[in-house]
């Protein structure tokens, strides 16, 4: 049990993180050949392997979303029983966020997380809204 109040501690920081824009502390958990994979039809969706492509990506995001606030849901250990920081971790979040255009937005979804001795080598994104009206005009791919 101990193993799950590490693992939502790590993961309540690395959305602390992505909320304070904070991406060396937000990417000191990630592997180097770590994976990122972002849902939708826009050029931002797809699937980012390795470090500095998901760190490029992370920084594209911050540049694109100058104000986030990730509020953490629940967060659901697959191993309650791990000691060695290998686990897949699902968080259930809601966003509000202002873009650079100055738009305001809000958004659900899901996120994935598997680590493999304590470092992240796989995330996958599922987002609840990914309509013209919400995601797409934020992203500003309307």
């Given at each position: ?10 993961i ?18 990630w ?34 979303f ?59 994104d ?14 500003g791919?309307v």
């Open positions: 049990m101990i193993g799950v109040f590490i693992a939502k501690k790590t309540a920081n690395s959305f602390e993180a992505l909320n304070q824009h904070n991406l060396s502390k937000f990417m000191s958990a592997r180097d050949d770590g994976v990122y994979i972002y849902p939708g039809e826009i050029p931002e969706s797809g699937t980012f392997k390795g470090r500095d492509a998901v760190e490029g990506w992370f920084r594209n995001y911050f540049d694109q100058p104000k986030i606030q990730f509020d953490i849901q629940n967060i659901c250990v697959r191993n309650i029983f791990d000691l060695t920081g290998t686990n897949v971790v699902a968080v259930h979040w809601d966003l509000q966020f202002i873009n650079r255009d100055g738009r305001v937005g809000k958004n659900s979804g899901v996120t994935e997380i598997n680590a493999k001795r304590g470092k992240v080598f796989l995330v996958k599922f987002i609840f809204d990914q309509g013209e009206k919400n995601f797409k005009l934020m992203w791919a």
